[in-house]
């Protein structure tokens, strides 16, 4: 059983940075960042592989944010730049069997979950 924390939300206003981070227990597959407001499904961010030579990105945040990870810490992190209102949520951090992902990101492909960290942004 492998257990994920999140790190690194906050509040920040529109236009500003955060680098939200996970920490794994142990080994991961590919793991990737998901986002939940209240009343809607949680949505699929970004995902990458265990290698961590292919990512795919969510539509609404393409260009603007990064994921990456370094296997040697069991660590996954997520660079959102140019942050708007929109981009409200909490934030999930997950990681799944198989060590590639697909570029549905969907959340029923998980099998591991951490308990999310706030992201606010203000205009």
């Known amino acids: 059983q492998v257990q994920l924390v999140e790190s690194g939300g906050g509040s920040v206003q529109t236009g500003g940075s955060l680098r939200l981070s996970c920490v794994a227990s142990g080994d991961t597959n590919a793991m990737a960042w998901f986002r939940q407001v209240p009343g809607k499904e949680r949505e699929g961010v970004a995902c990458i592989y265990r290698s961590g030579g292919f990512t795919y990105y969510a539509g609404s945040v393409k260009g603007r944010v990064t994921i990456s990870r370094d296997n040697s810490k069991n660590m996954a992190y997520l660079q959102m730049n140019d942050l708007t209102p929109e981009d409200s949520a909490m934030y999930y951090c997950?990681?799944?069997?198989?060590?590639?992902?697909?570029?549905?990101?969907?959340?029923?492909?998980?099998?591991?979950w951490g308990q999310g960290t706030q992201v606010t942004v203000s205009s």
């Open positions: 997950a990681a799944r069997r198989p060590n590639w992902c697909t570029e549905s990101i969907r959340a029923d492909e998980y099998n591991y």
